[in-house]
């Protein structure tokens, strides 16, 4: 079982950037479909993007796609979130998830995700 830990989370002015990373332990990861997810308070917790197994096939929300970019290092254990032009909408508490079940591609589906992260606060304000 895929253990997952978020970290980079912080404060940033709009049109700031910032990376999370989320180390997975417990197996090699390269095998299983990881995903970030993000919750506003008041809201409902929402696909972000996500990366397929092998990093075979990635996949965007549309708010974020062309500013967030989804990659692995297999070697590390570790799936980053590189984010830029953060906007205050941007503003949630960011989840890693995985598939606990191997070899499927990434989808934007949250019920196909399995496994969490506990989250990391992203701040987006002036």
């Known amino acids: 079982q895929l253990q997952l830990v978020e970290s980079g989370g912080g404060s940033v002015l709009p049109g700031g950037s910032l990376r999370l990373s989320c180390v997975a332990s417990?197996?090699?990861?390269?095998?299983?479909?990881m995903g970030w997810f993000r919750q506003a308070p008041g809201k409902d917790r929402e696909f972000v993007a996500g990366s397929g197994w092998g990093g075979e096939n990635t996949v965007y929300a549309d708010s974020v796609q062309g500013r967030f970019t989804i990659f692995r290092d297999n070697a590390k254990n570790t799936v980053y979130l590189q984010m830029i032009s953060l906007k205050p909408e941007d503003t949630a508490l960011y989840y890693c998830a995985a598939m606990s079940r191997p070899y499927r591609r990434a989808t934007m589906t949250r019920d196909d995700y399995d496994l969490w992260g506990q989250g990391t606060q992203v701040t987006v304000s002036s």
């Open positions: 417990g197996r090699s990861f390269t095998y299983y479909a």
